[in-house]
């Protein structure tokens, strides 16, 4: 058998077979989620919104990221200097440090970690610098904020990536377009 060279060996998936389900379904519906999100692209008013972060707890009481982990395995965070210094402070190496091991920094200036899956995933799928995660992990899917509507394309995309952001996109339009 060759050596392994890769700098990073990709863990097993251990996502639940449900969630890839839906994602499969995603996938195939694409078309159905683009024409979905664009009509809810100019519904937002306080009621859409409530609606939104009612629908939002209640995929998270149902969908549970310990199962999952799909972000963390396949999309690196977007990072920014606040998340560097919070996350080297806690693990006691200096910003200059973490950047050089962890950071990616393209040709925008945009930065993210520069491997999936993401180096911090645990093999149980939770977080190890939970307390500390980036913003852009806290907040994904974004399926509780009300820039949620003008996303359009991004939520797509994260049909695609999130179970739970494919539930949320259709149930959404089930609740404010077709009611
Ligand atoms: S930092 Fe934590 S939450 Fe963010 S991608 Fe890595 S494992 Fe996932
Ligand atoms: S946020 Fe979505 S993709 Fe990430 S672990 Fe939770 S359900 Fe899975």
Do not use: G
């Not at 006691?92 to 440090?97: A, G």
């Not at 645990?122 to 190890?128: E, L, Q």
């Amino acid at each position: 058998m060759e050596q392994d060279t890769r700098p990073f060996k990709p863990k097993a998936s251990v996502m639940k077979d449900l969630y890839k389900i839906l994602l499969k379904e995603a996938s195939e519906q694409q078309n159905r989620s683009v024409q979905y999100a664009a009509a809810l692209r100019k519904q937002v008013n306080p009621d859409a919104v409530a609606i939104l972060k009612s629908t939002h707890l209640d995929l998270f009481e149902k969908i549970h990221c310990l199962e999952c982990a799909n972000c963390c395995t396949t999309t690196p965070p977007i990072i920014n200097k606040q998340d560097i210094t919070r996350i080297a402070r806690f693990l006691k190496i200096s910003p200059r440090q973490f950047t050089r091991k962890y950071v990616l920094t393209d040709v925008n200036e945009e930065m993210s970690f520069q491997r999936v899956p993401c180096v911090f995933l645990n093999d149980n799928n939770s977080c190890s610098i939970y307390e500390v995660r980036p913003e852009a992990c806290r907040r994904y899917p974004h399926t509780d904020e009300e820039s949620w509507f003008s996303r359009s394309s991004l939520n797509v995309k994260n049909t695609l990536i999130c179970p739970a952001a494919y539930m949320i996109l259709n149930k959404i339009f089930e609740s404010i377009i077709s009611e």
